[in-house]
């Protein structure tokens, strides 16, 4: 029994990579897209004034109690009594200067939303400055809240627009991860060009595939950072946005299964030599239902020599 369980989460994990099965649908009324894309532009324009007033407890406001902020290096705060001494910080060394946000692209999951913007200080004597970030909004209580925000690093030289991809290299091969009923493959390899990695996943129990995963994983130029696209045999989709903290990568996905339900969640790669790594898949919900945590240890079928 105890194989079993593990066996169904291994397969929720790796499937969809955010767990979109096994869990009851909870229907809901919702505003159309259209409605939910200006609630966060006005969130964003909302969200820069108390930002120019000097207004902490306004600012602090639109984040959520579990919120994390990503700089530009890759320093991770998390937790919205953490942000508080950084963003009290921040409004006293920018006092007297008009900060504008420019919202790029908004792409909605139901409860979830992923914006990429600009935002443009200018101090007083004119001079400004500006930096990329991308953020994921999250639906409470009927009122979207930042729940991540990542500052985007300044471009690497026009000659190498997918460098940062290259670290992901390692993952190209195959790889396995099996016990006695159930059997999950990863073929992962270069497309051609060398711009996207393409992952190409394999379910199967008792010999018998159940259900596969395809995952093209590129580099964003807009975003400035890594971006997957997936889509598995039963209809489902979604997409996720990557960042590197030292030796794991993490993405934070959402997408669709095919009978509509929305799913969230973070993943983690962490290779551990040049034969192994481990998948982590935490921090999962499907239609508002919290999933377990899933980790499992992948084998590259054909060594390293």
Known sequence: MRQRMFASAVVVAAA??????????????QAGPKEDEQSIRQSTDAYAAAFNKGDLDAVLAFWAADAEHIDEDGKAVKGKEALMPQLKKMLVDTKGTKLVIKTGAIRLFNDVAFQDGTATMTWADGTTGSNTFSAVWTRKDGKWLLTMVRD?????????????????????????????????????????????????????????????????IGWDPSGNQVHSWFFDSRGGFGEGYWSQRGSTWIAEVAGLTADSRHGTGTNKYLMLDPDSFTFEAIDRELAGNALPDVKVTYVRVNKVK
């Open 16 to 29: 969809i990579l955010v767990g979109m099965w096994a869990s009851s649908h909870r229907e809901t009324i």
């Open 152 to 216: 985007t690093p300044e471009p690497e030289a026009a000659d190498q627009p997918n460098s940062k991809l290259n670290d992901l290299a390692w993952l190209a091969g195959d790889w396995s991860n099996e016990d006695k009923e159930m059997k999950t493959t990863l073929n992962v390899k270069w497309m051609k060009g060398r711009k996207f990695l393409q992952m190409e996943l394999s379910v199967s129990i008792k010999g018998e595939e159940t259900m596969s995963l395809t995952q093209i």
